[in-house]
């Protein structure tokens, strides 16, 4: 698998390291009530098969972090982005 960072370019996918689901959402309180959503967001994940997005950081490369859309049973990789504009993304939706 090949991975193009908007930075270095298409890279092979050794200089990575995988960090988990970006679409899980902090809390927005810190209320105690909230806490079976804090217990979700911190501890429980989703086993998707298909496209998924997940951070990942150029840990070899230019150390950025990236938010790759890929597809978890083929492993094509339909778009990469920096988790900064994910994160615009994400604010604006
Ligand atoms: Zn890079």
Known sequence: MRINCPHCG???VEEFTFNGDASV???ASNDPKTMDQWFDYVYLR???K???DE???HSSGCRAW???TRDTQTHEVFGVVTARD???KRVKA
Do not use: I, M
């Open 10 to 12: 298409t890279r092979p």
């Open 25 to 27: 959402q902090r809390p």
């Open 46 to 48: 989703d086993n998707p």
């Open 50 to 52: 298909g496209r998924f």
């Open 55 to 57: 951070y990942v950081h």
């Open 66 to 68: 990236l938010v790759v």
């Open 86 to 88: 994910h994160a615009k």
